[in-house]
Every structure is written in structure tokens, then in C-alpha cells.
């Protein structure tokens, strides 16, 4: 069996989101072509990927973005002139496999770096263990701990924004156009809880008020009991739900009111690798969403997104080329093509060879200032704060009409700032 095949089979798409828990063995990315220029021995990256699990549908794309640019990387000349070996571990969106595949990665792959947790409570599991073996980490997740001094100067967060400073640059246009008394809904757990408080904090400063956070089970799968609790008057419902009921949370929720409730505001995590076009989705006609990455290309008219999206195989809908209906999770797995090539520059700029230049490999990217709107970076242009080893960028906000999102608002960068209490660059390597 190849390695596709067995990446496919271990994934199954939504039936696995479902509630498959098989642990793949570790799959190493083979048969890419390496240039002659690019010669000696290979940079190997450890991918830690969702491959089953509730998160399978984020680490399905992860890996195939993955394998596209360290395509991309390999087929320009690689690393300062070295190829690059993708080594992918399923981790089952598990928190104890998590710190295991770390383990792995350093002590039996080897590997110069690794990236790719998402969810939060793995992401919490994992990042104590690089630390602890000098593994150099780059998370693609929303978690906002880093930034908080939370973690260690072996982790850095490039690729995607947190969550505090996307609400942050969300929330006024949220309170301005969608309403002043909110009711939210958020998964129950961690990721649910965040979102839960910064928006409450900084609705306050905007003279909202947050007067219900309904928090659900993400294995939940029918919603109408918890509507009940939706206070009366309530002008906005901020929805942010995660797992396979989103589907019939939308339509319970549109049936709740019959299409004369609240306006809605989400978060595409609620609808990433949906088909827009699902029935009961109808009932998002005129509401608007958060994306980090638009999935519609024309979101981002530029040739940095058309180069990324043909290297990756996403067309204009953001679905696969090969199959219309296998919906890519645009707005996370951008983050893995920006990391691998933060990791490039890293290398180029510090002159990596190998594990004793660990130090300054980590000391460079703690002096990049701006991660530039590039083929590099086709999501735009982020500022970076180099003690804080976090990366702040633009977001869209899109409504939704006629079965797919049309941006209508794009924050900047400097909008999604805000003070941060970590400074890794004064704790010892």
C-alpha cells in the first residue's frame, strides 16, 4: 500500500470526523522530485497532523498542503540548497499521542523541525515535551497561549493568527453591524472557552454585553433544547461550534426561528469542509462569517493566492480539482504552506546545518519583524513579534449568498495587535 493510499484510508474524510480513533503509523513522504541543485543531506520536518480523530478533516489538508509546498521548496532548489524530507505522524487529535509523536519525531526520525498541532488541548499536551527535547515547534493552531507566555522558546505560532486577535480585529465590525446584545454559542471545551471570554471582555469595551454563552458538548448532535436559552431580545447570535452536528445545528437553529431571529455571525470553524450548498445551510442566506483565509478565490485577487491554490489543488470554490465536493478547510491549512516556508527562511537566514545550530536557527526567526504578502505568504502580509513568537495578520469577514462567501470586510494586520505578555527571547536555549 502507498503512502497515499494509506493516508486516504486512515482519513475517510467526514465519516472519521464522525468518530474513528485509529492511530496510523508514521508516514514518510516519498517520491518527491528533488532537483539536481539541490543536493547533500536532506532537512527532515516532522508534520504532526489530525489524520483521525475529530480534527481528521483539518489534518487530511494539512498533510496534502504539506506535501505542495515542500513540492514547491523542493522543485525551486530546496533549503539552502538541501532537499526536504516530510515525515507525517497522526497524533488522533489525542493529547497523550501528541506528546508521543514529538518523542518520536526527535528520537526515532530525527527530525530538524516539527509543526502542525491544531487543536488546542493537544497543542497543551505536545508543546511541554518539544520543549523538554529542544525540538523546535512551529504550531499551526489558533491558541492564544503562546502570545500569553504560556509555552517555550522551542514553539513559535507563524502560520495561523490567535484567537484573541482575531476576536479583536472581528469585534467591532461584529457589534456595529450584527448587534449589541449577543448570545453565543461555543464548543465545551478550551477553544469554546476563549472565544467565550475574550468577546465577552472586549464586547464590554464596545458597549456590548454578551448576556448568554451557551456552551456544547462537540459531540452533540441535536441542538433544539439548548435554544431555549437564548435570552429574549437578544439582536446577534455568535455561533462558533466544531465536530459533525454543525450541519444540524444550523438547521435546527433556522427552524428554531424560522427565519426571523437574531442575524448570525460565525466563525468558519463552524463550516469548514461544509458544502455551503448542504441542505439546511439555507438558513445562513444573509448572515456573515469570519474567514482567515477566503474560500472563494476571489477573495484575494492576487497571483500569490492562484499560485497557491494551483500548487495545493483547490479551484475558484475552494474545493478540490479532483473532486467537487471534498471542501478544503481554506481558513487553517494555509497556515502549514506559510510555516514550512518561515522554517526556510529561518534556515537560509541563520545558516542552519544541523542540531548545534538549533540556537541560532531560533534566535532568526525571533528577528523577523514582517512575514511579507508573497508566494511565501498568499494569505497578506503579518506582523511579527519576535519575543512573543507570534505572528499577527488580516481577516475577512463574508456573507453568505446564493451557496457561497463573498468577503465584505478585510481587517489589517495592526488591527489584530494587541499587548503581549511573553518575551521567550529572555529564557535560556
Not at 71 to 89: F, T
Not at 227 to 247: K, N
Not at 367 to 391: I, R
Amino acid at each position: 500500500m502507498t503512502n497515499r493510499n494509506k493516508t486516504k484510508l486512515a482519513v475517510s474524510r467526514r465519516g472519521v470526523l464522525a468518530g474513528a480513533g485509529a492511530i496510523g503509523a508514521g508516514l514518510l513522504t516519498k517520491g518527491l522530485s528533488f532537483p539536481a541543485r539541490a543536493a547533500g543531506e536532506p532537512l527532515k520536518i516532522g508534520l504532526q497532523a489530525h489524520l483521525t480523530g475529530i480534527g481528521a478533516s483539518y489534518g487530511y489538508w494539512y498533510q496534502k498542503v504539506s506535501e505542495a509546498a515542500v513540492k514547491s521548496i523542493n522543485d525551486a532548489g530546496g533549503i539552502a540548497g538541501r532537499p526536504v524530507e516530510l515525515i507525517v505522524e497522526d497524533d488522533a487529535t489525542d493529547p497523550k499521542r501528541g506528546s508521543e509523536v514529538v518523542e518520536k519525531f526527535a528520537n526515532q526520525h530525527k527530525v530538524d523541525f516539527a509543526f502542525g498541532p491544531l487543536f488546542s488541548h493537544v497543542v497543551g499536551a505536545t508543546v511541554p515535551r518539544a520543549g523538554e527535547l529542544k525540538l523546535p515547534l512551529f504550531i499551526v493552531s489558533e491558541s492564544s497561549d503562546l502570545a500569553a507566555g504560556a509555552f517555550n522558546r522551542y514553539t513559535f505560532q507563524t502560520g495561523l493568527t490567535n484567537v484573541r486577535s482575531q476576536i479583536q480585529a472581528v469585534a467591532p465590525w461584529i457589534v456595529a453591524n450584527a448587534g449589541k446584545k449577543i448570545t453565543m454559542f461555543v464548543p465545551d471545551y478550551v477553544f469554546g472557552y476563549e472565544h467565550r471570554d475574550t468577546f465577552t471582555e472586549l464586547a464590554k469595551g464596545l458597549g456590548a454585553t454578551v448576556d448568554a454563552a451557551i456552551a456544547i458538548p462537540p459531540t452533540e448532535t441535536t441542538f433544539t433544547k439548548y435554544f431555549s436559552q437564548i435570552p429574549a431580545g437578544t439582536e446577534a447570535i455568535y455561533h462558533i461550534m466544531v465536530g459533525p452536528g454543525v450541519l444540524t445545528f444550523v438547521r435546527e437553529l433556522g427552524e428554531f426561528f424560522g427565519g426571523k431571529g437574531p442575524k448570525l455571525f460565525g466563525f468558519i470553524d463552524s463550516l469548514e469542509a461544509v458544502d455551503l450548498t448542504s441542505p439546511g445551510l439555507e438558513f445562513l442566506e444573509g448572515s456573515h462569517i469570519w474567514e482567515s483565509y477566503p474560500r472563494f478565490s476571489a477573495g484575494i485577487n492576487t497571483d500569490f493566492n492562484k499560485a497557491y491554490r494551483a500548487a495545493v489543488g483547490i479551484d475558484d470554490n475552494g474545493a478540490s480539482v479532483e473532486k467537487a465536493s471534498d471542501i478544503a478547510t481554506s481558513s487553517h491549512m494555509f497556515g502549514c504552506w506559510e510555516t514550512l516556508h518561515t522554517i526556510k527562511q529561518g534556515v537560509e537566514a541563520s545558516g542552519y546545518q544541523g542540531p548545534a545550530d538549533k540556537a541560532k536557527f531560533i534566535e532568526a526567526v525571533e528577528a523577523m519583524t514582517s512575514l511579507d504578502e508573497s508566494n511565501a505568504y498568499p494569505q497578506g502580509t503579518k506582523m511579527f513579534v519576535g519575543k512573543a513568537h507570534q505572528a499577527f495578520g488580516r481577516q475577512f469577514i463574508s456573507k453568505v449568498e446564493g451557496g457561497k462567501l463573498t468577503v465584505v470586510h478585510t481587517t489589517k494586520p495592526e488591527e489584530s495587535m494587541y499587548e503581549t505578555k511573553a518575551d521567550y527571547s529572555a529564557q535560556a536555549l
